[in-house]
């Protein structure tokens, strides 16, 4: 019975997949001795896997059939324009900026909007011709894999999911604090449980948020065009509320709140600039959305620059109008602009914005379940992890195990996990998975298998390099509070001429559609700025990284690895396969 099921999947209920086969199908796995011997040959088998790399073709064509049934192609331009306004706007400015102003910034927060939203603005540029060139629900998983190989596609898919993890368990974190600042604005802990024995960051149960991402994810897993249709409404009703915050902070607010403008100084402003990030992340999840475009070729760069351009210009406006209103040392960490209202004397306008608030984090929970469950079919796809969480529902066309798998983790980071522990490990791993996109943006325009001389390959690398090393030397020095001009322009003047020299290298490959301009000067510029916010998040954000990466590399070896070496084996072995048969006709 059971291998008449693996023969004929989709005659099986898609709620019956629940045999170890439909977990773990490659060969390795079969058995213990046949998963011992793959140990033994692990080293060959990371080699190959190192050395492998997709293509646009397999992503597109050969990967979603996974999925046994086809994502519904329902989306246009004003979808993704609104998909991008709901899920980054409540994600980040509602949620961090009380924090990011208080702790880092001071009323600098402006120009920590300012310099996130460029960066981000680059990082935009980047995605939109990925998923205009390869509309696929993987995103930036996809991208890498294409152009730099399963193994660094890995670590950005554990990161991915990491960032997915995290990112829904503080909006979730946040979403019970503004509901509780409706009620009392002295304590916004006051709805969570304290658990004395718990360390400090685990110690507040908060059964609230676990309630909210449940709900949210369950609409998300109804279905794409409903969960749209409802997030663009709400985000158009929302836009008035912020429009009205905007004006009244200005009108009400005083300037000399804004003094002085740099209270930790200009580190303090570039290390908010890098926690502040999260306020943008929204958009990736729209790229992700790419398979379910009417029309991607439009639909994906109007959706993905118009909403982003916008959403930067109303961030500093709004990240002002909040410092105007209170002075930097009053501002509230968790409800920053509700308590706001109520310090100018409008205590009726604090539950508008709590309101708006929640609107925004809940628009942002359901487009990022959406996002977060298609990374994870994708990264299901290429069998990464179980191909199980790939299998989209006939019906509804989404990934329903993917979602529930993601809800779940989430929930259980979120009932104790606070909001500081979160922001600077997401931060981080967002910020990693950009600098990646941006290098293989390069990678793709400038090398192209078995066409690129070798020449042209090894000056293309050494160019690439001199980018990131100069980089890294400007994080080091500023993050070491080396001041001097000197050692700043000898780095900044080999980030040039490595740019520079890039420039005039011959590109193998021209965008079909949409592409970035100025390259490689954009794509190169996004990886400096990338690599600049990551060094100013401190070092715990570092720890809590390479601990979650080296458990990721873990993984990797004793099941990815493996995985996908089998899935390899058998599309090569299919392939010859129909040549043979072919030659035979």
């Not at 000399?256 to 890098?274: D, I, R, S, V, Y």
């Not at 996004?526 to 600049?532: E, K, L, T, W």
């Amino acid at each position: 019975m059971e291998e008449e099921d693996q023969q004929n999947p989709q005659q099986r209920s898609y709620w019956s997949r629940w045999s170890k086969h439909d977990f773990f199908p490659e060969p390795t796995f079969q058995n213990l001795s046949s998963y011992k011997d793959a140990l033994s040959h692990t080293p060959s088998r990371l080699k190959d896997r190192l050395l492998h790399r997709s293509s646009d073709s397999f992503e597109l064509l050969q990967l979603p059939k996974q999925s046994e049934n086809r994502m519904k192609r329902c989306l246009t331009w004003w979808d993704l324009v609104w998909l991008g306004f709901g899920s980054v706007v409540g994600s980040g400015i509602f949620v961090i900026t009380g924090q990011a102003t208080r702790e880092d910034a001071g009323p600098s927060i402006v120009l920590s909007y300012a310099i996130s939203g460029f960066s981000a603005l680059l990082s935009v540029l980047c995605y939109t011709e990925f998923a205009v060139e390869i509309p696929v629900a993987g995103g930036s998983f996809s991208y890498l894999r294409i152009e730099l190989g399963d193994f660094v596609a890995f670590i950005a898919a554990g990161n991915i999911l990491l960032e997915a993890l995290v990112g829904s368990a503080g909006l979730g974190r946040s979403w019970s604090s503004y509901f509780a600042s409706m009620f009392r604005t002295d304590d916004t802990d006051f709805l969570r449980i304290r658990v004395k024995s718990f360390a400090d960051g685990f110690n507040l149960l908060d059964p609230i948020a676990v309630v909210v991402l449940l709900v949210a994810n369950s609409i998300a897993m109804s279905g794409t065009r409903r969960t749209s249709v409802l997030n663009w409404i709400a985000s158009i009703a929302s836009a008035f509320i912020i429009v009205f915050i905007i004006i009244v902070g200005f009108v009400r607010g005083n300037t000399a709140n804004l003094t002085p403008f740099f209270p930790f100084g200009a580190e303090g402003c570039f290390k908010a600039a890098a926690v502040v990030f999260w306020s943008y992340t929204g958009f990736d999840m729209v790229a992700n959305m790419a398979e379910e475009a009417k029309k991607p070729s439009r639909d994906i760069p109007v959706g993905l620059i118009g909403s982003m351009s916008l959403i930067t210009v109303v961030y500093c406006l709004m990240a002002l109008a909040l410092s105007m209103m209170q002075k930097y040392t009053e501002i509230d960490k968790d409800a920053a602009y509700s308590v706001a209202f109520e310090a100018i004397g409008m205590d009726w306008a604090k539950y508008l914005v709590s309101i708006c608030a929640l609107k925004g984090m809940t628009t942002s929970l359901l487009v990022g379940s959406m996002g977060q469950a298609r990374y994870t079919t994708q990264i299901a796809r290429a069998h990464m992890i179980p191909p199980w969480f790939a299998l989209v529902h006939p019906k509804t066309g989404t990934p329903i195990y993917a979602t529930v798998m993601v809800t779940l983790v989430s929930a259980v980071i979120a009932l104790f996990t606070s909001l500081d522990v979160l922001s600077s490990v997401f931060s981080f791993s967002t910020l990693c998975i950009f600098m990646f996109v941006a290098i293989a943006l390069l990678v793709r325009r400038y090398y192209v298998k078995d066409e690129t001389p070798k020449n042209d390959l090894v000056k293309f690398l050494i160019c690439l390099f001199v980018i990131i090393g100069s980089s890294i030397g400007i994080s080091v020095l500023w993050n070491a509070d080396k001041r001097g001009w000197i050692w700043y322009v000898v780095f900044g003047v080999i980030w040039l001429l490595g740019t520079l020299w890039m420039a005039f290298l011959p590109k193998h490959r021209i965008p079909k559609v949409w592409g970035v301009p100025l390259v490689p000067w954009l794509p190169a510029l996004s990886i400096g700025i990338n690599v600049f916010l990551i060094g100013s998040l401190g070092y715990v954000a570092f720890l809590r990284f390479f601990i979650c990466t080296a458990v990721m590399v873990a993984y990797y070896l004793l099941v990815g690895v493996h995985a996908t070496y089998d899935v390899a084996r058998q599309i090569e072995q299919e392939s010859k396969t129909e040549e043979g048969n072919q030659s035979v006709s």
